[in-house]
């Protein structure tokens, strides 16, 4: 599970800003004890199952999550990416807005559980290059090194990490590129720690809210392979006049590119080449004559938000049973507020292996303390410098002794910032 993540000098995030998923202890913000995880293994850590990130448009929600992403492409692929200069790391670009940044390396830190061990990992790159990397595991209480890197020369735990030391001589990394961390090439030969590592960011997934395209495909293969999806799904889209799902093969008519005539030749538009492909279709009751009948329907001609719907609960579901960190951008997008609220609910309820989601949002409806904690929501302002920064709602001192039901009020009045550009209707008025 993550326990933070940790950001500087890049994209729109100056000075290093960190998302913390670490549950406060506080009695008056101890509630919704759904929404935490304690580790079996340690009972004194207790791990939020997701975080809310608000902010306004270009305040650096984005930003966020793209880092975070990158990371993961980073210690994933770097390693099997022949062409330098398609490094995914050349993708990470510095705050622009401070002309030192530019000579200065990007920072990016994960802290995580896997395999019942603490881990803290962190590089510095510069302009594709790895500058510093690190490693840090707690056995025990303390915290303690595995290696650390700068540049090419190397500090290595020799009794604690001994699977570096085939690639280690004379404080000289061996088989390894400038380019390529140090944990990818020792997690390809099965090197426990540095696996560890890259099994848990092989586990994190990070998607869009707007275009689901990309995991659409996913969801299908559950549909078609896991029958235990398939009733889950069945029992949740219950609530939305649906009774079930199912897959059925289209055959579809194209013309083949291979076959295109000369232009000179004519062309009377009638295909030439028959393709085969899944779609989803949605099971509905209705009653008729007081029978109960089932109509079939394609997803296709479904409302954007029933489709996004079905998709995305293939994703979930997989956080779910897999224990995967589940990064969404624009999480809310063409949903009801209710079915974002809904759909947290059942995620906080039905976690229970270690899945955590971590969502950026707009609907301050969802600023609501029935359903979050307030360390589970946080904000992206930007400051004069116009760089981002990240902070958690608890860090905001309650007058009252009470908690308030809502706060999504008093952040569109700019009381904990983040807000959208025009604060109120009379700014809004001067440019109308």
């Known amino acids: 599970m993550l326990v933070s993540f940790s950001v500087g000098n890049?994209?729109?995030?100056?000075?290093?800003?960190?998302?913390h998923m670490e549950a406060v202890s506080s009695r008056k913000d101890d509630i919704n004890h759904n929404n935490i995880q304690t580790l079996a293994?340690?009972?004194?850590?207790?791990?939020?199952?997701?975080?809310?990130i608000f902010g306004a448009n270009a305040s650096g929600k984005s930003n966020f999550i793209n880092a975070l992403g990158l990371y993961r492409q980073i210690i994933l692929h770097s390693q099997s990416v022949l062409d330098e200069d398609e490094l995914p790391a050349l993708a990470l670009a510095p705050?622009?807005?401070?002309k030192a940044n530019l000579t200065q390396p990007s920072?990016?830190?994960?802290v995580f559980y896997e395999n019942e061990m603490r881990y803290r990992y962190g590089l510095e790159l510069l302009r594709g290059e790895?500058?510093?990397?690190?490693?840090f595991y707690t056995p025990t209480t303390r915290e303690t090194l595995l290696f650390e890197r700068n540049q090419q020369e190397i500090q290595v735990n020799r009794e604690g990490f001994s699977e570096?030391?085939?690639?280690?001589?004379?404080?000289q990394i061996l088989r390894t590129r400038p380019v390529v961390p140090f944990v990818s090439v020792l997690a390809s030969e099965n090197g426990e720690h540095s696996l560890n590592l890259v099994n848990w960011f092989n586990r994190m997934a990070v998607i869009s809210g707007v275009y689901e395209d990309s995991y659409m495909a996913f969801t299908k293969r559950l549909i078609e392979k896991d029958q235990q999806f398939k009733d889950w799904l069945t029992e949740v889209l219950g609530h939305f006049q649906i009774s079930g799902v199912d897959l059925t093969e289209v055959t579809m008519q194209v013309r083949s590119?291979?076959?295109?005539?000369n232009i000179a030749e004519g062309w009377d538009g009638k295909p030439t080449k028959t393709v085969k492909k899944q779609q989803i279709i949605v099971l509905k009751q209705v009653e008729e004559n007081g029978q109960i009948t089932e109509h079939s329907f394609p997803l296709s001609i479904e409302s954007e938000g029933t489709r996004k719907l079905i998709h995305l609960l293939g994703p979930i579901y997989d956080a779910i049973k897999n224990h995967r960190i589940l990064i969404i951008d624009e999480f809310e997008a063409k949903f009801h507020s209710l079915l974002s609220k809904y759909l947290f609910k059942i995620f906080h309820m039905k976690n229970t292996a270690g899945g955590q989601i971590i969502a950026a949002v707009h609907d301050t409806s969802l600023m609501d303390t029935k359903y979050f904690r307030r360390d589970q929501i946080w904000l992206v302002d930007k400051n004069t410098q116009g760089a981002s920064e990240l902070y958690s709602l608890v860090e905001f001192k309650e007058k009252s002794r009470q908690l308030k039901r809502h706060y999504g009020d008093e952040y569109l009045q700019g009381a904990f910032g983040a807000v959208a550009l025009f604060e109120d209707q009379n700014a809004l008025d001067k440019v109308m």
């Open 95 to 98: 705050f622009l807005l401070n």
């Open 41 to 52: 293994f340690n009972s004194d850590v207790r791990l939020l199952e997701s975080a809310l």
């Open 107 to 110: 920072v990016m830190e994960v």
């Open 164 to 171: 570096a030391l085939p690639f280690v001589k004379e404080q």
């Open 10 to 19: 890049t994209f729109s995030f100056n000075e290093v800003q960190t998302l």
């Open 130 to 135: 790895v500058h510093r990397e690190w490693f």
């Open 257 to 261: 590119p291979s076959t295109m005539p």
